[in-house]
């Protein structure tokens, strides 16, 4: 049965969207609002304010990939829906760092978890960074709304034998655990969210909040990279972007000048303070960039004799947070445990090693299971987080270092990890670490684990989450924005996504990034609609 | 002789802390060097003859105990590498240069003469040196390059079978 594309009808029916690296001229385009990113913060915002009434342009620098082009390829996917096809790491190398680049961002591509701000996270923002108005009450209606938009629900099927080894292991011992909430309808239970959904389950943004904009006559713009900001130091004058091609590695020499009466940035953690510190926004306290936080990954691999088959089924449904809050909010780092999907080339990249001891670790994929912990960085003095810098060439890289504080963390994760791997009955557990070696109990895996040399690239580090850089708070000696969003500095711009946490959530963010965003984004819409609204021309002079 | 013997010196873990000036070429900028021209080698979009040595003689050895194919591992490898942003592909290029030319090859690795010439064993010797270095940039090299030929040969639909992978489902 053929499984349809909505996102080509809706372009086949009229929607406007236009292919920069198709460009033979530079463009002058004019709109309402300007948005600049596509992924949950920037496509929620477009829905909301085209709803509203206003004429929005939504700017994307990756492709258009629709639900036809996933094939379910680890190649495919990395080269086209990746930053910099798949090549992002922290500035030191050490730290691969997993964000999308196509429309609809890294939502994309993610593994479908959707949880709510922990609401420790919201207490914490409020009391030490100065957030108002992100109370646990004020956000709760958003919550439910995007949850309803998004088919968010904790999910409905058996977990897969990569995350049920996580539940057993957990019931086993008598930690907490729990089934994830997923934001997918009609899920076929796979196992690909990370190389684009094929069948348009996932409510990503390319099924719901952008196809909602284009019908409301918002303009898409893609292939177009957002070079920078041209301003007085108070106000935007213009937006300067660059077309790509096809490929989205290198600029072409076509460009395109955008002016709007409001700019809403939204490209995610990295790129949004990197177009700010390209652009030389005014930046009095020398925050931008700073304070950016990643939910540092280790990882603990496992042997069972069952078959595993970690690459199939829905990637995410168990989760644990028993260590994340016990230690206090600025305690010893807490983490919350999670497993990835495992296909041949990023298990491959994970498990590590060469020669025969890769092969044979390779041959046992089936009987693998990896266990995964998400460091809870930002809330402690000692985790300061990374900060963006521009490349030679304009090109953001995140200097993040791993502090004495963090590898504490990374190490009792590993214990906990192990011990939960063979209370589920795995038959070796290794943590992944390049002087690591199978473990048959746990009192050799911890012995082990003690000994380990916590180093980088000897730790097998990774982030798909990318948050802060641009915080938001009442003070502007200590934030970026305030806590609508709205730049200290630039009053026609607001900032609509990750990069306003002032730390890591403590879950994966999307949904805290649409509900932040939707909020955000429907004050803008109220406040925009006092002064007298000008009429604007279609983006594209259609 | 004496010049190799001095070199070898370098080798020990005191010396190669005073090497790592040297070292610092390694991403800092190969063209101090001479960075090879970028220009790619006939049937390839990005890979340059002078890096196709090193990668014939390294690959196996990476490779081993697989049924990889040399040439297609290469050409998943080329495209993989069109798709890097730029940043990315020049510290790969500094990666490759730093490895190909024999001024910082033969100290770096312990290959002293021509990749096509050097043993399974001494270029499983210099993986080892690489992953187990108190260099960070030298555990980078090492960790860049496994990646970078691991997920080549494991995007390959030739590799699935050995690794129980039965591939992406039809829908």
């Known amino acids: 049965m053929p499984v349809s594309d909505p996102f080509r009808e809706g372009l086949a029916r009229g929607w406007k969207a236009r292919d920069a690296s198709a460009l033979d001229h530079h463009l002058d385009l004019e709109t309402d609002i300007a948005i600049i990113g596509s992924g949950a913060g920037g496509a929620t915002s477009a829905e909301l304010l085209s709803a509203a009434g206003y004429r929005v342009l939504l700017i994307e620098e990756g492709p258009l990939k629709t639900s036809s082009d996933f094939h379910m390829l680890e190649n495919e996917a990395y080269a086209s829906l990746y930053q910099e096809g798949i090549g992002r790491l922290s500035k030191d190398g050490a730290i691969t760092i997993l964000q999308g680049r196509a429309v609809g961002g890294t939502t994309l591509i993610n593994w479908t978890s959707s949880f709510r701000t922990p609401e420790p996270t919201l207490r914490h923002w409020a009391s030490t960074h100065g957030v108002e108005g992100h109370g646990v009450d004020d956000l709760a209606p958003w919550f439910e709304r995007m949850e309803r938009r998004l088919g968010i629900a904790p999910w409905q099927m058996p977990p897969n034998a990569n995350n049920d080894v996580l539940r057993r292991g957990c019931a086993a011992l008598g930690l907490d655990w729990k089934v994830i909430p997923r934001n997918v309808r ?270 980088l690239f000897l730790t097998r580090l990774g982030s798909a989450h990318v948050m802060g850089g641009c915080a938001m708070g009442k003070d502007p000696a200590q934030s970026v924005c305030d806590s609508l969003g709205r730049h200290h500095q630039l009053e026609n711009l607001s900032i609509h996504d990750g990069s306003l946490f002032p730390t890591s959530i403590g879950a994966n963010p999307q949904l805290s990034v649409y509900a932040i965003a939707a909020r955000l984004s429907q004050l803008l819409g109220e406040r925009l609609a006092t002064p007298s609204g000008d009429l604007v021309h279609s983006a594209f002079g259609r | 002789m004496t010049t190799r013997l001095h070199q070898a010196a370098a080798l020990n873990r005191r010396g190669l802390l005073k090497f790592s000036l040297g070292a610092t070429l390694f991403l800092g900028g190969a063209s101090l060097v001479g960075c090879s021209p970028a220009t790619a080698a006939p049937g390839y979009r990005i890979l340059r003859d002078d890096d196709l040595p090193m990668l014939r003689a390294v690959t196996p050895v990476v490779l081993q105990g697989t049924a990889a194919p040399l040439e297609q591992v290469l050409a998943r490898l080329d495209e993989a590498l069109a798709s890097l942003s730029p940043e990315m592909l020049k510290l790969t290029r500094q990666l490759f240069d730093v490895l190909a030319l024999p001024f910082t090859r033969g100290p770096l690795t312990g290959i002293w003469g021509p990749w096509q010439q050097a043993s399974p064993q001494a270029i499983e010797a210099f993986l080892r040196r690489w992953r187990d270095s108190s260099l960070n940039l030298l555990r980078q090299g090492y960790c860049s390059l496994l990646q970078l030929l691991l997920m080549a040969w494991y995007s390959l639909p030739g590799s699935w079978g050995a690794c129980g992978y039965p591939g992406p489902p039809k829908i």
Request: hydrophobic share 40%.
């Open chain 1, 186 to 455: 009609g899920c076929w239970n796979l196992g690909y969210c990370g190389m684009g959904c094929p069948v348009n389950a996932k409510q990503s943004m390319l099924v719901t909040s952008i196809p909602a904009a284009l019908e409301e006559g918002a303009e898409l713009l893609y292939l177009a990279r957002a070079e920078y900001l041209e301003h007085d130091g108070e106000r935007i004058e213009a937006l300067h972007c660059v077309a790509m091609d096809p490929q989205c590695v290198a600029p072409t020499d076509r460009r395109i000048r955008v002016r709007a009466r409001h700019y809403v940035l939204a490209g995610g953690g990295i790129n949004s303070p990197a177009l700010l510190l390209r652009s030389k926004a005014p930046d009095p306290h020398r925050l931008l960039g700073k304070r950016t936080f990643l939910h540092l990954v280790n990882f603990s691999a496992a042997r069972f004799a069952e078959p595993v088959n970690p690459f199939y089924g829905a990637p995410q449904s168990i989760y644990s947070d028993h260590f994340q809050w016990r230690n206090g909010i600025d305690g010893p780092m807490g983490y919350k445990l999670e497993v990835p999907p495992l296909h041949p080339a990023l298990a491959a990249t994970l498990l590590g090693g060469f020669g025969e001891d890769n092969a044979l670790r390779m041959a046992d994929l089936p009987n693998t299971h990896v266990m995964l912990a998400l460091l809870r960085d930002g809330f402690h003095p000692q985790s300061i987080g990374g900060s963006v810098e521009l490349r030679s060439d304009g090109s953001p890289v995140l200097d993040y270092s791993v502090s004495p504080y963090a590898w504490d963390g990374v190490r009792r994760a590993f214990h906990s990890m192990a011990e939960i791997q063979f209370a589920a009955g795995a038959e070796s557990v290794q943590p992944l670490h390049a002087a690591s070696r199978p473990a048959h109990n746990l009192a050799e895996a911890r012995a082990m684990i003690d000994g380990l040399d916590l180093q």
